[in-house]
């Protein structure tokens, strides 16, 4: 009997920590927590291959480079 009141204790406590958790966690998609959709198009970097958003790559003659070293060193 003991033990069987100590697990309804136990599982009681353990429900009241979730309730909590929720009820104290931010809402999705409200307030400031939010992430901001970020729909930019991403282009690759001709010479590492690396994925960044087109409004900071760096361009010449068509090709997307993600540093100025990279649009330095490339080699057409």
Known sequence: MTLLR???I???VWLLVIAVKRWLA???GTG???KPQNNANMVR???CGLHIP???ALHRDGLHFCSQQHLDQHRP
């Open 45 to 47: 970097c001709a010479h």
């Open 10 to 12: 136990a599982f009681a």
């Open 26 to 28: 931010p809402r999705a």
């Open 6 to 8: 100590l697990l309804l």
């Open 54 to 56: 087109q409004g900071e």
């Open 32 to 34: 400031p927590q939010a």
